[in-house]
């Protein structure tokens, strides 16, 4: 499979997660066709090794995307991955806020003007 071009600009929409890491924010964004194509993650509080961790998941993650992987197949392998903390994981917040872009009703505008919901 080859991994799509990336066009100049795409409509994303950007989620603001609450984790045991603290705050993190999961932007999606959307091609022509308002599929998901890559995600990024930013942590409120850059520096530790989640947000390397995190670089290097959404890197791999948005390859797949834009290679063709179904959306929901990583919405299922991310969601319900647990730590010694709890379930409110950042992996869990990513395939939450993956599964919100995915579920939200066309009408909504999700992503059609750059912005969407800080949940």
Do not use: W
Not at 48 to 71: E, K, M, N, Q, W
């Amino acid at each position: 499979m080859k991994k799509k071009a990336r066009p100049g600009s795409l409509p994303s929409v950007t989620f603001q997660k609450e984790t045991h890491c603290g705050r993190i924010y999961v932007t999606v964004t959307m091609d022509q066709k308002g599929k998901p194509f890559e995600i990024f993650v930013r942590f409120g509080k850059a520096g530790h090794c989640g947000a390397a961790v995190f670089d290097g998941l959404t890197r791999i993650l948005s390859y797949g995307l834009r290679s063709g992987l179904d959306p929901r197949e990583a919405v299922k392998a991310l969601g319900g991955i647990g730590c010694y903390y709890g379930k409110d994981t950042c992996m869990n917040a990513v395939s939450d806020a993956l599964r919100e872009v995915l579920e939200a009703p066309e009408t909504e505008g999700i992503g059609s003007e750059g912005a969407g919901p800080l949940t």
